[in-house]
């Protein structure tokens, strides 16, 4: 990979983005996430979030099951306000 | 000094505790911040980054404007960006008795010098035409109220902490203090390390509570969870912090990423240290949401989460020292840490080093009563 590739296109975070959070200490993908924004866009993580995951655990020598701490959050897809708006909802 | 020996030991990497981290460091002070998780993981990164002056009380009106030079001057000091933008809030009044409690507000904010002025529905119509004024009898706005982003802002705190050659512990739970050890303090870690300082600082937000029980410190405190919701980016309008007091009402901003994002408080509170996310706020935000701006009906969501407000019987904020010589306390900030945050870092710092305040600070005093009157504009 070089330095310019294009990690997290929604935030526009390249491969060297992210090896400068992982440099500054960050050691999961939360922390990488928190440090830089990258996953936080309309993809949610994603297309980026395994490519990170991997680079911290390339860079950081870390089983992978220690680095994958992102919590998925709804919605599944991106949904108009308008739609969920008022909404059925059993536990109102 | 021994290499596990500090002159302070902060304990919650938040904003309080990087802030307070930060202006220790700058006054030459050897700290030790140490985070349970990682920096931002409690409250500070769930929250969504709004920063305002207007209160209600003259002590967090005061720290409160005190914050927003700084977070002004940020982009200078730290060398980067933080989204730094004086978007302005709007608190909208819906009856004769909000309108009224405002323009009471009014007259201390601006004889503290702050910039809050009335609007009128016309006015608020013809500065922000997009609103729904329906029902809405006025409103306070104040231009100089703002947002920033949190992280950014961590990480400029970390940056400098890291700089002056202090010590942030990541993934390092504090699992006891014991304040008997000479002159110092023992804190104890859950893989084990000790940790010696004559100074503690115990600003761990939501599990304050229990940091402060390991020296036998009780704070009145409780976390309850508030959810939030961000939707994509559109073009930037620099849509104020909007608040809607009704009861079924709800505050929300545009970053200046474009996005929309924002709360609302639940009317029945949900005490404890649930950070889940409900179906309930996904379908009610966007209908309260849609109801102040119908424009952003088609606006997509991106996400919801929820976080922590460490909340206190009277909703200010405990920013003190405690019976126990050395033992300090910055925490429960009823969901203004963000935005009080690096002004009360600044004040806590100094008060560390100096053992006095540069004006009264007993609305935030630890042994205070309680039971007083709640912050009008909480």
Redesign the interface.
């Known amino acids: 990979m070089k330095e310019d590739t294009i990690i997290c296109r929604c935030e526009d975070l390249t491969y060297k983005d992210v090896l400068d959070a992982i440099n500054?200490?960050?050691?999961?993908v939360?922390?990488v996430k928190?440090?830089i924004?990258a996953g936080?866009?309309?993809c949610?993580g994603r297309t980026c979030g395994r490519l990170i995951a991997q680079i911290i655990a390339k860079e950081t020598g870390k089983p992978l099951s220690e680095i994958w701490d992102t919590?998925h959050?709804?919605?599944l897809k991106?949904?108009?306000?308008?739609i969920?708006?008022?909404?059925?909802?059993?536990?109102? | 000094m021994r290499t596990n020996e500090f002159d302070v030991i902060i304990i919650g990497g938040g904003i309080i505790g990087t802030a307070t981290g930060y202006y220790l460091s700058k006054r030459r002070k050897r700290v030790l911040l140490l985070e349970k998780k990682y920096l931002g993981s409690g409250s500070t990164g769930r929250c969504i980054g709004g920063i305002r002056a207007q209160f209600s009380t003259e002590t967090t009106i005061k720290v409160a404007m005190k914050s927003v030079d700084l977070f002004r001057s940020m982009e200078n000091e730290f060398g980067f960006s933080v989204d730094w933008h004086p978007s302005g809030y709007l608190f909208l009044a819906y009856s004769e008795e909000k309108k009224q409690s405002f323009l009471d507000i009014i007259q201390l904010q601006n004889n503290l010098g702050l910039d809050v002025r009335f609007l009128t529905a016309q006015d608020i119509k013809s500065k922000f035409n997009y609103i729904n004024t329906d029902g809405v009898l006025g409103g306070t706005f104040c231009p100089t109220d703002g947002q920033a982003d949190p992280f950014y802002v961590l990480k400029g705190y970390m940056k400098g902490i890291n700089n002056a050659g202090n010590v942030i512990k990541t993934h390092s739970e504090v699992v006891g203090i014991d304040n008997h050890v000479s002159d110092l303090f023992e804190v104890t870690t859950k893989s084990g390390e000790k940790f010696y300082a004559p100074q503690v600082l115990n600003s761990a937000g939501p599990n304050s509570k229990s940091v402060g029980e390991f020296a036998g410190i009780n704070l009145p405190v409780e976390p309850e969870r508030h959810e939030s919701l961000i939707t994509e980016g559109i073009e930037f309008r620099e849509i104020p912090m909007i608040v809607d007091y009704r009861p079924d009402g709800c505050y929300f901003i545009q970053r200046k990423t474009g996005q929309i994002i924002g709360c609302y408080t639940p009317e029945k509170r949900v005490p404890g240290n649930d950070v889940g996310s409900t179906f309930e706020f996904l379908t009610e935000m966007p209908r309260r949401l849609i109801r102040l701006i119908p424009s952003l009906e088609s606006l997509a969501i991106l996400r919801q989460w929820a976080g922590s407000y460490t909340v206190t019987p009277d909703g200010n904020p405990i920013v003190d020292k405690t019976e126990i010589p050395g033992y300090y306390v910055s925490t429960a900030m009823c969901g203004h840490g963000f935005m009080l945050g690096p002004a009360l870092g600044k004040l806590m710092a100094d008060y560390m080093i100096d053992d006095e305040w540069p004006y009264d600070m007993s609305e935030f005093a630890y042994n205070r009563n309680f039971q007083k009157a709640a912050e009008a504009l909480g």
């Open positions: 500054m200490g960050m050691t999961t939360s922390e928190k440090m924004r936080m866009g309309p949610q919590t959050r709804p919605p991106t949904t108009p306000l308008g969920l708006a008022g909404g059925d909802c059993e536990n109102k």
